[in-house]
Nanobody, 123 residues
């Protein structure tokens, strides 16, 4: 059973930085897609960034390009989302998401979800 456990959310001032972590377990292959989505109450969940473990291909939503960076530590089975230059509109619950196929995940068809971690950016 795949499990995704997020950590690192919190309160930060606009312009500040946070790093989210997602520890993954249970993937039966070393080739899988993993990423972040976020959701504001009353709005649809939206994609933020995704990575394919096989070749490191990474996609970012236009709204976060140049500010957010994905990385991973394979020894720890952990993916990180470094968020710099945070804006009030980045406030949301951030969910770690996983699946077997990269474009499927990027398209929002997610096989596995974490429970989410709240990021609040004060202006």
């Amino acid at each position: 059973e795949v499990q995704l456990v997020e950590s690192g959310g919190g309160l930060v001032q606009a312009g500040g930085s946070l790093r989210l972590s997602c520890q993954a377990s249970g993937f039966t292959s070393d080739r899988y897609a993993i990423g972040w989505f976020r959701q504001v109450p009353g709005k649809e969940r939206e994609r933020v960034a995704c990575m394919y473990s096989g070749d490191g291909t990474t996609y970012y939503a236009d709204s976060v390009k140049g500010r957010f960076t994905l990385s991973r530590d394979d020894a720890k089975n952990t993916m990180y989302l470094q968020m710099n230059g945070l804006k009030a509109e980045d406030t949301a619950v951030y969910y770690c998401a996983g699946g077997r196929f990269f474009l499927k995940l990027w398209g929002g068809d997610v096989d596995y979800w974490g429970k989410g971690t709240l990021v609040t950016v004060s202006s």
